[in-house]
């Protein structure tokens, strides 16, 4: 079975400072891992994607995750936080290699940056 | 570019109506998947098509049924409503032919009262 966990509930950061938001994984076999944004009353928006290659991969709105398959863990980052970046996020996984395998979610950090 | 369309975007039911939602999937994407988001959940994924044919089955009530129709869109059907179920639907769309590496796009989703 797969799981993500999202071990902050909530994230407050300063505008133009780094901000990370953290997400673990669990999955059999190779993942592939997703960050997904929510702002209030609306869809879940896609940032980014780890499939295969640099551990490094960059998003949407100035975002990045990196990747690390000995701790598990793909982490949500962003050198410099912008207002606009306030916003719900979600960690996903979804397993490799099967067709039309679901994505599960984890529980979601509220991302609050401060002026 | 086009994104997954979802009607309709609010719904308000009484208890023990039925409901029924409908989703448009990306332009060639043959994989559809629904999800339910309570109020400060996480999205749960209910059930996924694949080809028009069910693919998976996650926490979707006996109350629910759905289908992906020949043209790819798809419908969620809800009776006996319960308050508890309302929440935000969410429908969200795939290509997975070939490549089964490719992300899982969101609607905006409906919302769903019961009262």
């Known amino acids: 079975a797969q799981s993500v966990a999202q071990p902050e509930d909530q994230v407050n950061v300063a505008e133009g400072n780094p901000l990370t938001v953290k997400c673990t994984y669990s999955?059999?076999?190779?993942?592939?891992l997703f960050w997904y944004v929510q702002y209030p009353n609306r869809g879940l928006q896609f940032l980014l994607k780890y499939i295969t290659g640099d551990n490094l991969v960059k998003g949407s709105y100035g975002f990045e995750a990196e990747f690390n398959k000995s701790q598990t863990s793909f982490h949500l980052k962003k050198p410099s936080a912008l207002v606009s970046d306030s916003a719900l996020y979600f960690c996903a996984v979804r397993r490799e290699y099967s067709s039309a395998s679901k994505i599960i979610f984890g529980s979601g950090t509220r991302l609050s940056i401060r002026p | 570019a086009a994104g997954v369309i979802q009607s309709p975007r609010h719904l308000i039911k009484e208890k023990r109506e039925t409901a029924t939602l409908k989703c448009y999937p990306i332009?060639?994407?043959?994989?559809v998947y629904w999800y339910q988001q309570g109020p400060g959940q996480d999205p749960q994924f209910l059930i996924s098509f694949y080809e028009k044919m069910q693919s998976d089955k996650g926490s979707i009530p006996d109350r629910f049924s759905a289908q992906q129709f020949s043209d790819y869109h798809s419908e969620l059907n809800m009776s006996s409503l319960e308050l508890g179920d309302s929440a935000l639907y969410f429908c969200a769309s795939s290509l997975d032919s070939g490549d089964r590496r490719n992300t899982i796009y969101f609607g905006e989703g409906s919302w769903l009262t019961v009262v």
């Open positions: 999955v059999s076999g190779n993942p592939y």
């Open positions: 332009p060639r994407h043959d994989t």
